[in-house]
């Protein structure tokens, strides 16, 4: 099995206090046959010198987070791609399970577990117990044939580039499986205003993502039975105290996106 190259693309920018973290979880897989390839988007704190020391290809780009995957990937050697973000860290056999499966399914979806210093991060978790149940997600292992194929992420997006390529993917009649195998995503110390804010930038993206993406709104894939009521009853008795904090960023989002939808709509009657 460990005769095929996987190349690990990863974009940076001032991740200091995570990249270490991915690196080590990359390099202790127990699938051997790895090159880890940084995209570096121009920081300015110890991101690249971090990345030096463990020996990893870096490369310099003053684009955005899809271009960085993109200029990863062309970059890359291997007969398979696994796309992860500076702050994620990869449990021990990920890789191993990925290639194993790659044998059934063209495309691959990771889950993620959401975990963090803050009361507000360890709530985002619950969402992300949502997508595990209902195995929804972004595809993030695939064949690097079958990424250049469809064209990689695309350049023109600052926002929901994983989830357009997702679409595409999905749209080329790939089938897409899931790994038992999972990805911690880092918070740290996020609170309830950088949670919040982070959703206002992805929400006023949506009029760019409009202009820019190759995959109509119309297009996407709805997930139309999302399981959600089961997930909050096992949680009421596993994290209780958490049940409210999701509750909370649930509506603050909902109603961030209804405005802007709004605004949006009355903007382009007048314009």
Known sequence: MNSELVSVIIPTYNSQQTISTCLKSIQKQTYGSIEIIVVDGGSTDSTVEICNRYGVTVLETNLGMAAARKRGAKHASGTWL?????????????????????????????????????????????????????QIGNVRFFPRELYMSVGGHNSDLLNREDRELHEIVKQEGASIGHTTETIIHHLNGMGLRDILSKRMRYVQSLKEFEERSRVSEAQFDREKSVDVLDVLFIELFNRPKKIPGFLLITAINFIILRMVLFYNRVRRQFI
């Open 82 to 134: 696994f796309h992860v973000d500076s702050d994620m860290e990869l449990s021990d056999r990920v890789i191993e399970e990925c290639v194993r499966q790659a044998r059934d399914y063209d495309a691959l979806i990771i889950p993620e577990i959401n975990v963090g210093t803050t009361y507000w991060a360890q709530c985002t978790d619950i969402g992300k117990r949502v997508s595990r149940h209902n």
